[in-house]
């Protein structure tokens, strides 16, 4: 990573309460007494257990959750920084943890429950029994019919289905690793993916429901197969799920050979059961892709042992989930949100997940609330982008729906104070804990958040670091900021942990470069003391440890809790033909945190209009990248404001787009485009209604370094 990012740096000028006008300290909020008795973490000896004295023994309690084939000789391998192994010498089998082990006890409880987008369709009640049928027939298909074995990849690009868990349990009982693909990313997306992979399975389904369509996603298949061809992978065989039994709903074509519908072949497996492999702790379970600062996407590469360790421990005592807890978290499964909270954490701990199709306000804005209250959902998770909506749409639906939470989770950006007192008066009734989980794709679970029964909420911060986790954050010289400054810094982990990441799949340089080297004073170190993990988050550490995150310090716009890369935009804008440069900047938005918004410079001599070329431009980012990254705005300017050395000031255009502060512009080589662009951009915004919106300090700081990184 380059010199990057005063995001976080910059904002250490500023005391605490500077740095949000609208985001101040906040005050305590004490969790409910009622359900402190029944909380797995109910007293505060288990903070004693985790003390970073106890390192690494500490997380041997996590580990004892699962069930082992062999146990482990060593707790971790730190010989070799950082490529830490946990638990070796250790055998297990996924599979067999999150659905087997379950059966003689809780068999014919269900293990997930789920609810169709149609108000009009019944939810699908699926037993532990039922489960592990589904898994070894679909097991068996994959072994036998697609010839997988052990640590080959299966690509999914699959929706919110039952069988999206499904597969990935049967991978985990063969041992094979998956690789979800965001099922509203694009095809394009899915076959680069596929390629970096080198994976030649592809699982997929015709058709979703979504907000009241049925929505063709097969289509995606196809160019999927192009775009791996590119990467110089051939697809071997799809496998496709249909959406409705024995209906085909997408205008792709089957392919003779290559394609195949999964409820024709299933009859042949129909009750076989597969063996399960027994994996190495440090083998791979699953890759996750996510952004970065440079352009192609990296894959998270996440162990058996480790990973469902600490998913499994931190889901316990977290989300405080019991076996007869009915528990939701209303998030995709193609993000790690999912894996981790919807999938292993919560399987592995035998209890009932919930899973959902659909959009929150389909078909209105009571929808979430009469699910809770139809299926009993006691533990609630979900987005602070999806609270938001909730509140916008339906602020006072909740109270309409008798449902009863113990505790509500947030996950994937900060929490707006207000938005959090919403969520807790309104969505939880004041009788509910909540716990705001920080973490991202790369270490697997929670690195910070509170206990919800044992430590007081503090709306807008995540709270002190989770269980056997050290936090620490550095200044840009890699001095420690001390708690309590008000300043903001690098945050970073400084012990291993079982849930990280083992290595970028296939580039353990970049591994390296990404996460260690900024702040690992000796590359020759073999002491994990020297080997602190940088998040990738700006961060301030309040007098009482609770940490307040600020938001990513690489080119990466949080939209709507996806990650999306600045590059990855910039590269699918000029493939449009007409285009000759594009900087893409983030822009604040009240439901979706923020938004993109694109800039580009057109070839001479170009004779298509502006606005052909915009709509071309928007087309291609959701051809390459997804709906989800499609911009608000695409901006044709004569000229991007570039400096001497002709790099594109993003931080500029970021602050027209915001309406903020473009800061000194005097060393820009052209800097008579800024009142142009200034004058054409927000003049069209006004006319739109899309109107100035007040920035806090830190949001105005966030955007002023905006790109820093790449000047
Ligand atoms: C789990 C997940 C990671 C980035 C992360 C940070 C932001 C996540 C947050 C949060 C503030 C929270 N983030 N949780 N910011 N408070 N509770 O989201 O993974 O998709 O990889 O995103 O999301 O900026 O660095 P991922």
């Known amino acids: 990573m380059a010199d990057t990012t005063q995001a976080a740096t910059e904002g ?77 010498g250790g055998r297990l089998n996924a599979s067999v943890n999150c659905v087997d082990r379950h059966l003689e006890s809780r068999g014919e409880e269900n293990a997930i429950i789920w609810v169709p987008e149609p108000e009009d369709s019944e939810p699908v009640e699926i037993t532990y029994r039922e489960l592990h049928r589904r898994v070894n027939e679909f097991a068996a298909l994959l072994k036998e019919f697609c010839g997988v074995k052990p640590q080959d990849r299966v690509t999914f690009h699959m929706p919110m289905v039952v069988d999206l868990p499904v597969a990935m349990l049967a991978c985990a009982r063969l041992g094979v690793i998956h690789s979800e693909v965001f099922g509203g990313f694009s095809g394009h997306a899915c076959g680069q993916r596929m390629g970096d992979a080198k994976s030649t399975i592809l699982v997929t389904m015709d058709a979703y429901y979504r907000n009241g369509d049925l929505v063709d996603h097969k289509i995606k298949a196809d160019e999927a197969v192009e775009a791996a061809r590119k990467e110089g992978i051939e697809v071997e065989k799809i496998l496709v799920f249909r959406r409705i039994p ?282 994990w003391r020297d080997w602190p993990f940088m998040c990738g988050d700006g961060a301030v550490e309040a007098e009482d440890g609770y940490f307040r995150i600020l938001g990513r310090i690489d080119d990466v716009i949080n939209v709507a809790g996806h990650r999306l890369g600045t590059k990855e935009l910039e590269s699918a804008a000029i493939e449009v033909d007409e285009v000759a440069e594009a900087a893409a900047v983030p822009v604040f938005d009240d439901v979706r945190g923020k938004v993109v918004e694109m800039y580009i410079a057109l070839k001479p001599n170009v004779s298509a209009g502006d606005e052909e070329v915009a709509k071309k431009v928007s087309a291609q980012i959701e051809r390459d990248i997804g709906k989800i990254a499609r911009p608000k705005n695409v901006w044709v300017v004569p000229d991007m404001p570039k400096t001497r050395s002709g790099k594109i000031m993003r931080r500029v255009i970021a602050g027209i787009s915001n309406f903020a502060d473009v800061g000194d512009v005097s060393t820009l080589a052209n800097p008579e485009v800024v009142d142009q662009i200034r004058d054409h951009v927000q003049s069209e915004k006004r006319a739109r209604g899309e109107d100035v919106q007040e920035l806090s300090k830190h949001e105005e700081e966030e955007i002023k370094t905006f790109g820093a990184s790449s000047e």
């Not at 482990?72 to 638990?87: A, L």
């Not at 009750?271 to 702790?281: I, L």
Request: charge should be negative; glycine fraction near 8%; charged fraction near 25%.
């Open 246 to 527: 024995g209906e085909y709903h997408s205008q792709s074509e089957m392919v003779e050979g290559r394609d195949f519908f999964v409820d024709e072949l299933l009859p042949q497996y129909s009750g076989q059961e597969v063996e399960p492999e027994s994996m190495k702790a440090e083998d791979t379970l699953f890759l996750m892709y996510t952004s970065g600062t440079t352009g192609r996407p990296k894959g998270a590469q996440h162990s058996v042992g480790g990973y469902l360790s600490y998913v499994t421990g931190t889901s316990k005592y977290y989300q405080d989930i019991h076996p007869d807890d009915t528990y939701w978290c209303f998030a995709d499964i193609g993000w790690i949100t999912g894996h981790s909270y919807i999938v292993y954490g919560p399987l592995a701990l035998g209890t009932t997940t919930v899973m959902y199709e659909g959009v929150p306000t389909y078909p209105d804005a009571g929808r979430p609330w009469r699910i809770a209250e139809k299926l009993g959902v006691d533990i609630f998770h979900t987005a602070p982008t999806t609270v938001r909506m909730l509140r916008k749409v339906g602020p006072d639906e909740p109270a309409k729906y008798d449902y009863h939470f113990k505790t509500m989770t947030t996950v994937g950006e900060p929490i707006e104070p207000d938005v959090w007192r919403w969520y807790w008066k309104v969505v939880g009734k004041g009788q509910a804990a909540i716990t705001d989980t920080w973490w991202m794709t790369e270490t697997g679970g929670f690195l910070g958040s509170t206990l919800p029964f044992l430590q007081p909420m503090k709306p807008g911060s995540c709270g002190p670091e989770a269980l056997g986790i050290q936090l620490v954050i550095y200044d840009e010289n890699g001095n420690e900021i001390p708690k309590g400054s008000g300043k903001a810094g690098y945050i970073c982990v400084r012990n291993p942990w079982p849930g990280r990441m083992l290595t970028v799949w296939g580039q353990d340089e970049r591994f390296i470069d990404t996460y260690y080297k900024r702040f690992n004073k000796d590359s020759n170190s073999k002491d």
């Open 12 to 88: 250490a000028e500023y005391s605490e309460d500077q740095i949000a006008v609208h985001w101040r300290e906040e005050e305590y909020v004490q969790p409910p007494e009622e359900f402190k008795a029944q909380a797995n973490a109910n007293d505060e000896s288990i903070l004693e257990r985790f003390s970073a004295d106890r390192f690494p023994e500490c997380f041997v309690e996590y580990a004892e959750l699962l069930t082992w084939d062999k146990k482990w000789d060593e707790i971790v391998d730190t010989s070799n920084p950082p490529f830490f192994k946990w638990f070796v």
